[in-house]
């Protein structure tokens, strides 16, 4: 059974830092891209990150270059979005996905409500 499991979420003041995790099992972990997504209310998901765990490429949306990095520990099977300089806006629930190459991943995670108050 495919399973991602996020954590880290959690409300921190604008300017501050988050680490977020993704645990993945039951597939092989260098057969996807795994990346984040993420939701706030009344808007669209939209793809934050993604990282190949094959050959270590990766992609960042406009809204978060310079400010978050995404990396891979291949041997823990877990991803990570370090998220520094934290604005109110990245307020949003932030899902782990995989393939995160695809506009409509087949495995997600369940969730994880990062919060940055002003």
């Known amino acids: 059974e495919v399973q991602l499991v996020e954590s880290g979420g959690g409300l921190v003041q604008a300017g501050g830092s988050l680490r977020l995790s993704c645990a993945a099992s039951g597939f092989t972990f260098d057969d996807y891209a795994i990346g984040w997504f993420r939701q706030a209310p009344g808007k669209e998901r939209e793809g934050v990150s993604c990282?190949?765990?094959?050959?270590?490429?990766?992609y960042y949306a406009d809204s978060v270059k310079g400010r978050f990095t995404i990396s891979s520990d291949n041997a823990k099977n877990t991803v990570y979005l370090q998220m520094n300089s934290l604005k109110p806006e990245d307020t949003a629930v932030y899902y782990c996905?995989?393939?995160?190459?695809?506009?409509?991943?087949?495995?997600w995670g369940q969730g994880t409500q990062v919060t940055v108050s002003s």
């Open positions: 996905a995989a393939d995160c190459e695809v506009a409509d991943p087949d495995y």
């Open positions: 990282i190949s765990t094959s050959d270590g490429s990766t």
